[in-house]
T-cell receptor, first 108, second 112 residues
């Protein structure tokens, strides 16, 4: 089993749709959790950290379920500019472990 | 702010050549790391450093060396380039290990 797994995607959604991505991690000692976005041939950029109580940043909501070792990202009112690959990242020990990413295409 | 600066942005090498990828950050971050990203794959950790003078291996360290003589700089050395090392290399830093990382623009490396 891979340490961090994500929905394989791709997700193709119309503008204005709500889309949710799921991520599971295998190490129960994981300490910190993040969502990054990566545009084609660009560097990953932090979208948001994920906190135990859940957190929201505009149209984006992240949830963490430590008992189930599960992280989610919800995007409301999708924009064309949201098209990217979304990376789930987990930190434990001294390493960041990246999931393979889920590609999102928002269609006009 | 410059953030994380990687040089060069592009490089073509012949098999067996050696080279150093440079990474510098101006944010006084303790934690720095190197990743490689191959087509259709996620980022894989090569080496990391939790502070000046301290380095450790990641998931795919073979064929690479690092050093951390200063807080700012974390160069990655390819000892004897092989075609399997053709990839995009990203350097990243964070204030401390469990905090969000900032990435450089990447170095696109081709080994012929």
């Amino acid at each position: 089993r891979k340490e961090v797994e994500q929905d394989p995607g791709p997700f193709n959604v119309p503008e204005g749709a709500t889309v949710a991505f799921n991520c599971t991690y295998s190490n129960s000692a994981s300490q910190s959790f993040f969502w990054y976005r990566q545009d084609c041939r660009k560097e990953p950029k932090l979208l948001m950290s994920v906190y135990s109580s859940g957190n929201e940043d505009g149209r984006f909501t992240a949830q963490l379920n430590r008992a189930s070792q599960y992280i989610s990202l919800l995007i409301r009112d999708s924009k064309l500019s949201d098209s990217a690959t979304y990376l789930c990242v987990v930190y434990y020990g001294q390493n960041f472990v990246f999931g393979p990413g889920t590609r999102l295409s928002v269609l006009p | 702010n410059a953030g994380v600066t990687q040089t060069p942005k592009f490089q073509v090498l012949k098999t067996g050549q050696s080279m150093t990828l440079q990474c510098a950050q101006d944010m006084n971050h303790e934690y720095m790391s190197w990743y490689r990203q191959d087509p259709g794959m996620g980022l894989r950790l090569i080496h990391y450093s939790v502070g000046a003078g301290i380095t450790d291996q990641g998931e795919v360290p073979n064929g690479y060396n690092v050093s951390r003589s200063t807080t700012e700089d974390f160069p990655l050395r390819l000892l004897s380039a092989a075609p399997s090392q053709t990839s995009v290399y990203f350097c990243a830093s964070s204030l401390k290990g469990n905090q969000p990382q900032h990435f450089g623009d990447g170095t696109r490396l081709s080994i012929l």
